[in-house]
């Protein structure tokens, strides 16, 4: 994953972009603070998000548009962490991969925090390549994802006050 460029910023025309690894650990200490600020278990919050994208270890990193072309038959996220957790011992194996269902059903309070930091971190990186000089055009796409409400909705909104200012 740390060889992995992330594939939105390679159609973007990002040149050495950000890699998945970069990603999940930035989306891990993200949502490590909000939920120790919003009272939720962190440790649970932590796990999930460096779990968030271990599948693309074996997929590549999929695009949601890819995702969507690829519609609800396509199942190779789930192959994919059952190949990765196969030599862990079965308990913990089965706590990673409930872990890993549990965020992509968004069925917790921490699952849903850690959906909301992975696109945080996406609009924080796409602020920092605008700072240093790519052009905002490419990066537009990025802007319109939702975060919800709450802390991430703030954090989001710092960080277009602060790309207001680089404009």
């Not at 270890?57 to 396509?74: F, I, N």
């Not at 925090?113 to 240093?132: G, N």
């Amino acid at each position: 994953m740390k060889e992995l460029p992330r594939t939105g910023w390679v159609e973007s025309g990002i040149l050495e972009p950000e890699s998945v690894a970069e990603h999940s650990f930035r989306t891990a200490v993200l949502a490590m603070l909000l939920a120790d600020l919003q009272g939720l278990d962190s440790g649970k919050a932590v796990k999930m998000a460096l779990l968030h994208d271990l599948a693309e270890a074996v997929t590549g990193d999929l695009t949601p548009g890819e995702k969507r072309r690829r519609g609800l038959a396509y199942h190779a996220e789930e192959e994919a962490i059952d190949r990765l957790l196969s030599g862990l011992p079965r308990d913990v194996a089965a706590s990673y991969r409930a872990l890993w269902y549990e965020l992509r059903e968004a069925s917790s309070p921490e699952a849903e925090l850690v959906a909301r930091a992975d696109k945080v971190e996406m609009l924080l990186q796409a602020s920092e390549y605008e700072e240093k000089g790519v052009d905002p055009s490419r990066l537009e796409r990025f802007w319109h994802s939702m975060v919800g409400d709450g802390l991430a909705s703030e954090l989001l909104r710092e960080i277009r006050k602060r790309r207001k200012r680089v404009d």
